[in-house]
């Protein structure tokens, strides 16, 4: 007989759900055995005695056995929680916190027994998010998620589609956070077709209160649903399939429901893009949890003894460095210094520390702090800009101190006069855009006051010779950049370098930031349809990155997108995917060797232009010129290096003036011929 997949899976609980799960496995014949485990025994003989019959009636191989205890489990490869305490349930709202106390005792003595169990663990027993989080604390068990909102999300999918009249295939949402009452329906980010539309929420919601209801009524409790979720899980979680599965799982210190993706067994978090609102929904649902998990942790975790203190976390760094410049991003929130070890980590020197040195950008979650500092900055007289495109407040004291907060992103900063840079938010995600912004301002002015330029300029680097790219906005510095990195270049930058001259030569440093490829140009490069992939199997790209774009990434448009401004909204890549998702190498660093201005001519035949146009003062960026990160928190030097050395170098370089068409391949092979270093 061929072996199984999969070895022994334990099922805890011989009532409705661990019924229906046992017959799951028994029928679906990829393991080997399932070990049930009940509370008197009794129910988990009788389960035994009847799947043998059901499996010696279908003829599947799978052994079903009954496990006098909980520790005879611990060879299984996973196993399934669902127990259920005796207690009536009365309540009309909040049904499934109803057996948080009946239930928790129960979960709590079952981590015991299975303390540091290796294998992965799927917890069904309601309240079924706290009871997830009571279990992986009191046993310390590494693998452990909790059903419910992946049974939310199917009826959310099949209550939209009844009601928009649309096959259910054809919707992509989800429901996440609590399984329960404040279970958040992602309508913002719910697509059908591939396209956005308006959700009906409140009559979604109804149909979502009524079928549990429904069942309830005619059976007595969910079983079927709630099984087949388990199934989900745990093909997902032991890597027989690929595929999204909404468990409860412990993400940034928070235990709810999500999006994971797993591939060959590994967890992905994908949460889909929430608005404020469902923002706010999100936050006070993963309140009340907490709060119900509160007096748990005191009866049965031995955890921290305040709410404080039991919702910190322990503080991360990454030290960022480039040339002899660095600076350290420390944070309460690992997302943050994680963020800025995948942002500056392919091009500048990134890695984590064990503690902040030098220079130091705070960057910590705390709403508080971004009430206090947005109130106190409004109570005063203050100054307004634009910083990342974005209106931020601010104001300076006499002694220099700034206070400032950006209403839209919900963050607020302090930044002292030689001092460090503090960073707060209400979430993580802007607190971790905010923090590499601002980490890469601080090795800006540090690198300016040692000598160095910005450059408006794309760079590809090969053996050290770096090729630079000029025009303005349009010109096609991006289009030449990503050929030459497509033909085997590495990619330095695609808008903008730092260059400082070291003899009688120019060394060039790369400018860290997600990079914007066209949508037109991810198509003319054979990118589009593996980067749409990526997109609908809930991958993301950089979050600055336009709604606009990803819908059309979702729909399959390649049609370029643009502002009203006249601006071109553009896929937006973290620089990882750079590599990961497009092939591309980059480049930490290189001597400029060869200068190309090139425009792109529909229709013309690649071509090089009888122009001298050299490089000239306008091509660098200033304090004048900067228009996206003005210098509000006085990181930059007030002298610059002149750019007259500079010029000098750039001028003795080979420089071409070059007609690009859009022809893929003859574009390709004619930079190859202009770059080549014999020419």
């Known amino acids: 007989m061929t072996a199984l997949p999969v070895g022994a899976i334990g099922v805890i609980g011989a009532g409705a759900v661990g019924q229906s799960v046992a017959m799951l496995l028994a029928a679906g014949a990829w393991c080997e055995s399932v070990r049930i485990v009940s509370r008197t025994g009794l129910s988990a003989q009788a389960l035994v005695t009847d799947l043998e019959d059901m499996c010696q009636v279908i003829g599947s191989p799978v052994r079903a056995v009954h496990a006098l205890d909980p520790g005879r489990l611990a060879s299984c490869e996973a196993v399934v929680l669902c127990p259920r305490a005796d207690f009536t349930n009365t309540a009309r709202t909040n049904v499934r916190m109803a057996g948080l106390g009946a239930n928790a005792s129960v979960i709590a003595d079952l981590a015991r027994k299975l303390a540091h169990y290796q294998g992965l663990v799927i917890v069904v027993t309601n309240p079924v998010d706290v009871m997830t989080r009571l279990f992986a604390e009191v046993s310390g068990c590494p693998r452990v998620h909790g059903v419910g909102s992946n049974t939310d999300t ?12 649309v096959p259910v295939e054809a919707v992509d949402g989800h429901v996440i956070g609590e399984h329960g009452d404040r279970a ?6 719910t697509r059908v077709g591939g396209l956005p539309v308006p959700v009906p929420v409140r009559r979604v919601r109804e149909e979502l209160s009524a079928r549990p209801a429904r069942i309830n009524a005619g059976l007595g409790r969910s079983r079927c649903g709630p099984a087949g979720a388990v199934i989900a899980a745990l093909r997902a979680g032991l890597g027989l399939a690929d595929a999204v599965v909404e468990l409860s799982v412990n993400h940034e210190g928070r235990w709810m429901g999500i999006p994971l993706r797993f591939i060959a067994g590994t967890p992905t978090v994908c949460l889909p893009r929430l608005d404020a609102a469902e923002t706010r929904q999100l936050v006070a649902a993963n309140a009340e949890l907490r709060d119900a998990y509160a007096p748990l942790a005191h009866l049965y975790a031995h955890a921290q ?27 309460n929130s690992k997302v943050v210094t994680d963020w800025a070890l995948r ?27 971004v009430t206090g500092i947005a109130q106190c900055v409004a109570d005063r007289p203050h100054e307004e800009t634009d ?21 839209e992103e919900k963050t607020a900063y302090r930044a002292e006069p030689g001092g ?56 096609g510095k991006t289009t030449t950049a990503l050929l030459l990195a497509r033909a085997g270049w590495q990619l330095l930058a695609n808008d903008r370098v730092f260059i400082r001259r070291e003899d009688d030569r120019l060394r060039v440093l790369p400018w860290p930031s997600a990079a914007a490829v066209g949508l037109g140009l991810l198509a003319a490069l054979g990118w589009y349809d593996q980067v749409r992939e990526r997109v609908q199997r809930g991958e993301q790209l950089h979050p600055t990155q336009h709604r606009k774009v990803t819908d059309a990434l979702h729909s399959g448009s390649r049609t370029p997108l643009w502002k009203e401004s006249g601006k071109e909204l553009k896929p937006q890549f973290f620089p990882d995917q750079l590599h990961a998702w497009l092939g591309l190498t980059l480049a930490t660093e290189g001597h400029a060797s060869r200068v190309l201005f090139p425009r792109i001519t529909p229709g013309a035949e690649p071509a090089v232009l009888d122009e001298d146009r050299g490089v000239a003062a306008s091509d660098f960026f200033t304090a004048g010129t900067e228009d996206r990160y003005p210098d509000v928190f006085g990181l930059l030097p007030g002298d610059r290096p002149g750019t007259e050395p500079l010029l000098e170098l750039l001028g003795e370089l080979p420089r071409h003036s070059l007609s690009l068409g859009r022809d893929v391949k003859a574009n390709s092979d004619f930079l190859a011929q202009v770059t080549d270093p014999t020419t």
């Open 305 to 331: 003894t305040s709410q404080k203190e039991e919702t910190a976390v322990p503080r991360t760094a990454t030290r960022i460095a480039t040339a002899t410049q660095a600076v350290t991003v420390t944070s």
């Open 184 to 189: 958040l329906v992602c309508a913002s980010a």
């Open 387 to 407: 910083y990342a495109g974005v209106p931020m407040l601010f104001d300076r004291d006499d002694d220099g101190t700034v206070l400032a907060s950006q209403s």
């Open 154 to 165: 199917a009826r959310y999918r099949l209550a939209l589609a009844y009601l928009l009249d």
């Open 343 to 369: 942002y500056f980590g392919p091009w500048w020197n990134a890695g984590s520390a064990t503690s902040g040195s030098g220079p130091l950008v705070t960057a910590d979650v705390n709403p508080e702090k």
């Open 420 to 475: 460090d840079l503090h960073i707060y938010g209400c979430e993580d995600i802007p607190v971790a855009l905010a923090a590499a912004r601002l980490a890469r301002e601080v090795i800006r002015g540090q690198l300016l006051a040692d000598g160095w330029s910005i450059l408006h300029a794309s760079a590809v680097v090969r053996d050290g010779r770096t090729v630079l790219t000029l025009g303005g906005k349009g010109a």
